[in-house]
């Protein structure tokens, strides 16, 4: 039998304002508690317009007042960042910097959805001591943390909620997380602390989300201050008692919407379970409890009755490697009401991108992030930050049993901020080398300047222009059983002989397409939905064609699936469909990988080494490696780069340096015997294939790996190539 975990013991009281603070016993002799005014800002006015009132939490990091719009006569909750004053100047400034874009994205995701806290303002307070501080205001809330009901409920024996009572109370805070998941951010924190409960929590109430935005703020100024926790040389800045195995330890794979699945599940579970999901005392138990292979966290396993159904969405989601799970908010969610039989939510019958999946996180960015509705999705481009969650405590558990002690069921954690992650992606491959004009001259020139641009490059096969490989069609089992769930089911499918590209089409094709008025000009910035600046600022310099020289023999990318289709049927030719694009890299033996089954190194592709992790580093982006080798290019490489690589049929970086468009619409598999599949008629968004550069999860590069996008989308991680 697992020994009963050991919690601290906790009293609720109700303040003047109504909101129930829950505190350990203890936290007096911590010096955490309301009224020890370090700051000196009760009775201030800040901004001239917010009147500090009260001190109702403070944290390792942040401090959380209560103050009076002297305009509006309306409560607001002013969360101060006292750690960034602790700094020198230009640490101080670059935190500061990254503060407001976290606060923006604060505010973007709060001005889409009610549930998660409003962003009110942000700014500057000087303290009397001459700190220069950043704070934020939120909006004020009145109730309890989802984990103050918990304990609350469990105090007075109120039985477990049933299953679907636990979905209507939580669909606003899934409908939030989906909403960020499609933004590519994900919130790396979700526990009942960080999910606030507005009315009865029995009755008529709804919730919301605290503590999206500012993590990375947090994250940096950990490390610049060396106050990261370690236990068995893992930083410990999330809630183990809550957390995915990526969050323990990264050889999991990466965290991203996935990891906020993982925990999401653990809530329902305990809910309808009526104890936490995870069993252990320590850092240590937890860790092992959530990778436990032989004792998933399901309801079933919690002792709660269910469906079959139901415990198989509820497996999926609290799968061991990210890459098996639903890759988003979206996709549990709706999975998890039709195995109920309840409509799907408005806002979430799109299932969106992640950066992982089954057994391995996906990746594609904007986010991926950023999940599916049954299918999980892959980050493309990197993780942009990653965030901590709250400190570690004895427990586990997170705010309210934390070290730093009360906590402040507030719209905002007093322990600090734990928050959001973005992640951006871009995928794609470009379309082999051609020409410009329909001219057949024309094109034949173009062909050959392409062909010059790669070494020794073998003939191509009787029947296909040169930088073509002829492909011998026949029948294949298009996707696979064991992979992610856009990937499934695996079935047959039949195809003629075709035509594809040997490699990805390069600048120097692209450019002398675009430069003869053929083809639109190549994209010099990324453009997709919710784009930050710091994205821009680190990818943007990544489009090939700023360097039409230098990068000649790299792959086109910054192009959009109407860009890539134009220069394909320009050249005679046209974008494959997915079924030739999987045919071509893998042939009919149901291979793994291109090459075979082994997996994936640096002497097969451009991936995710350590070149890519310190490029990374460098330009303030998160970046995780597949491997540990330096595989030469820390972006893109000139096409052919990677001969061991090729497929059985000699088609090249296929897997790698970016990923490809390809014909088809999105739409999911199914069992049918398939003759030439060419996809959905109509869509609104089209597949890409092969992952890039900073691919970091070897699923990422099975040739049966899927993963959507908006057309319109110009990523430095998106290419092309063709097939006729």
């Not at 299918?375 to 930050?385: H, I, M, S």
């Not at 992606?425 to 051609?434: E, F, I, K, Q």
């Not at 675009?514 to 784009?531: F, L, P, Q, V, Y």
């Not at 968004?685 to 319109?712: C, H, L, M, Q």
């Amino acid at each position: 039998m697992s020994s009963p975990r050991l919690k601290p013991r906790r009293t609720f009281e109700r303040n003047d304002s109504g909101i129930i603070l829950a505190r350990p016993l203890g936290d007096s002799q911590r010096g955490h508690v309301p009224g020890n005014d370090t700051l000196q800002l009760i009775g201030r006015t800040i901004a001239d317009k917010y009147a500090v009132e009260a001190l109702v939490g403070e944290g390792g990091f942040a401090t959380v007042y209560r103050a009076m719009h002297v305009i509006w006569k309306r409560p607001v909750a002013l969360k101060v960042f006292k750690a960034l004053g602790d700094f020198s100047e230009k640490d101080r400034q670059r935190l500061l910097d990254e503060f407001i874009q976290e606060g923006a994205l604060l505010a973007d995701l709060s001005a889409r959805t009610a549930a998660i806290v409003q962003a009110r303002d942000i700014g500057m307070l000087e303290t009397p001591k001459g700190e220069h501080i950043p704070y934020m205001v939120l909006e004020w809330l009145e109730g309890a943390t989802l984990e103050a009901v918990i304990e609350d409920e469990k105090a007075r024996h109120v039985p477990p909620r049933t299953l679907v009572e636990t979905v209507h109370l939580l669909d606003p805070a899934a409908e939030a997380l989906a909403l960020a998941h499609r933004k590519g951010i994900a919130h790396r924190d979700i526990k009942p602390g960080n999910v606030f409960v507005l009315g009865d929590p029995r009755g008529e109430c709804t919730v919301k989300l605290l503590d999206f935005g500012i993590a990375k703020v947090v994250t940096d100024a950990q490390k610049m201050a060396g106050s990261f926790n370690k236990t068995s040389g893992q930083v410990t800045s999330f809630t183990p008692a809550y957390g995915a195995p990526e969050q323990f330890s990264r050889t999991h794979g990466a965290t991203g919407p996935w990891t906020d699945v993982f925990s999401l599940a653990l809530i329902v579970a305990e809910l309808v379970g009526g104890k936490e999901a995870l069993e252990g005392d320590d850092f240590l138990q937890l860790a092992v409890a959530a990778a436990n292979p032989d004792r998933r966290p399901t309801p079933r396993t919690l002792g709660a009755t269910v469906s079959d159904e139901v415990e198989a969405v509820f497996a999926q989601a609290v799968a061991i490697k990210p890459a098996a799970r639903w890759q988003s908010a979206g996709e549990f969610w709706n999975a998890l009401r039709q195995a109920l039989r309840l409509d799907p939510l408005r806002g979430m019958t799109d299932p969106m991108p992640s950066r992982s999946i089954p057994q391995v996180p996906d990746p594609v960015a904007s986010a991926p992030t950023i999940a599916a509705t049954s299918d999980p999705q892959p980050p493309v481009a990197t993780a942009v930050a990653t965030m901590p969650r709250t400190a570690t405590t004895t427990t586990g558990r997170g705010a309210g049993s934390s070290k730093m002690g009360l906590f402040v069921v507030l719209g905002v954690a007093a322990v600090g901020a734990i928050g959001a992650a973005v992640f951006f992606l871009g995928r794609g491959s470009a379309p082999t080398t051609a020409a410009l004009s329909k001219d057949p001259a024309v094109l034949a020139s173009a062909v050959a300047s392409t062909s010059a641009s790669v070494a020794a490059t073998p003939p191509a096969p009787t029947g296909c222009p040169a930088e073509m490989i002829q492909i011998p069609g026949g029948s294949f089992y298009m996707g696979s059983d064991d992979g992610t769930p856009r990937e499934k089911p695996a079935h047959q499918v039949t195809i003629k002989p075709f035509c594809i590209d040997q490699f990805e089409v390069t600048v120097d094709a692209y450019k002398t397409c675009s430069d003869g008025g053929h083809c639109k000009r190549a994209g010099t910035t990324n453009e997709w939905d919710g784009i930050a600046d710091k994205e821009r600022k680190a990818f943007d310099p990544l489009c090939n064609v700023r360097d039409p020289s230098g990068k000649a023999r790299h792959p086109i990318n910054c192009v959009d699936w109407d860009m890539a289709d134009k220069f394909c049927r320009e050249t005679g030719k046209r974008l494959p469909t997915e079924a030739e694009w999987e045919f071509s890299a893998r042939g009919p033996d149901g291979r793994k990988y291109p090459w075979g089954d082994d997996d994936p190194a640096s002497a097969h592709l451009n991936a995710c080494g350590k070149e890519c992790v310190a490029w990374g580093l460098k330009n303030g982006i998160e970046e995780t490696a597949m491997y540990a080798a330096d595989d030469g290019y820390a972006n893109t490489a000139p096409v052919g780069s990677f001969p061991k690589g090729a497929s059985r049929y000699g088609v090249q970086d296929v897997v790698g340096n970016v990923w490809e468009w390809v014909a088809d619409y999105y739409g999911p598999y199914t069992t049918d015997e398939q003759k030439e599949p060419k996809g959905p008629a109509e869509g609104t968004e089209r597949v890409i294939r092969g992952g890039s550069w900073n691919g970091s999860f070897a699923a990422w590069v099975r040739p049966t790996f899927r993963y959507k996008d908006a057309p319109a989308k110009r990523s430095y991680g998106i290419g092309f190539r063709c097939a006729r």
